[in-house]
């Protein structure tokens, strides 16, 4: 009887482990939504450019010291990441204005976007993650050291911030995207990076596809967003933030590296 009521005991943990993972599978039309909502993703080659910005910047900070960076390729999500993408990988959405969901998925912390992330990775068998800053600003400038915002010398008509968002995020690329065909690089929704905040390392071993601090209480926030100045939205400024905030004004978007 003992025997028995083992191999009972067996059997129907092993039934209900499987029943549990056909469960938590993800079917091929919900895989098929997924990569619907990732949207297109453009191929940076990758480089040298100048990151930060010049000492004659209006709007400067002083943690954006110019220095040169060589970048590998990547490819980097041409949109912030949606609500409709958020909802299909995650259970519940925890953006406040939910009118549309093609406004970029908010009140997502920086934590919140690692574990989206982890199961975004599991589901489609790619390989995302959060930007550096590096590859943030790289993408944003689209070739242009100089360029002030993600679409050129003005914020508008390429970014929506305080002056013209009338108070509210905005669909996604709505507005004209940059010379590599990114929307939004400068206002909108600020993008985590996953970078640990602190001044930039200048040394040369820091200098082929740097990372940010070993350690910070703080990680990286860009390009500004819809309740920031002009100033904030510049592709230089740098945003340190708790890696536990969730604001209706933060946000993120993907870069794939299995190219």
């Known amino acids: 009887m003992k025997i028995k009521s083992c191999l009972l005991i067996i059997s129907i943990c092993f039934f ?94 920086y934590m919140d976007a690692l574990e989206f992330i982890d199961k975004l990775n599991k589901i489609t068998g790619d390989t995302y993650a959060l930007p550096t800053e590096a590859q943030w600003e790289f993408a944003a400038r689209a070739n242009n050291e100089k360029a002030l915002y993600g679409g050129g010398d003005g914020a508008t008509p390429n970014g929506w911030f305080a002056i013209n968002a009338e108070g509210r995020v905005h669909v996604v690329a709505e507005l004209s995207p940059n010379a590599l065909g990114l929307y939004d690089m400068s206002g909108n929704v600020a993008e985590w990076c996953v970078d640990l905040y602190a001044d930039y390392r200048m040394d040369v071993k820091n200098k082929v596809d740097p990372r940010g601090a070993d350690r910070s209480d703080e990680v990286v926030a860009r390009g500004g967003h819809w309740k920031a100045t002009a100033h904030e939205c510049r592709i230089a400024d740098r945003a340190p933030a708790s890696k536990d905030w969730h604001k209706d004004y933060i946000g993120f978007r993907l870069v794939k590296l299995n190219l």
């Open 16 to 109: 209900g482990s499987l029943n549990a993972q056909k469960k938590s599978e993800v079917s091929d039309e919900q895989k098929q939504k997924i990569n619907a909502a990732l949207g297109e993703f453009v191929t940076v080659p990758g480089g040298k450019f100048l990151m930060g910005s010049p000492l004659n910047e209006e709007g400067r900070g002083l943690d954006e010291k110019q220095h040169e960076v060589i970048l590998s390729p990547y490819a980097i999500q041409s949109t912030e990441v949606t609500q409709r993408l958020w909802t299909l990988v995650m259970p519940q959405n925890p953006s406040s204005d939910r009118t549309w969901l093609d406004y970029p998925v908010t009140h997502v912390s």
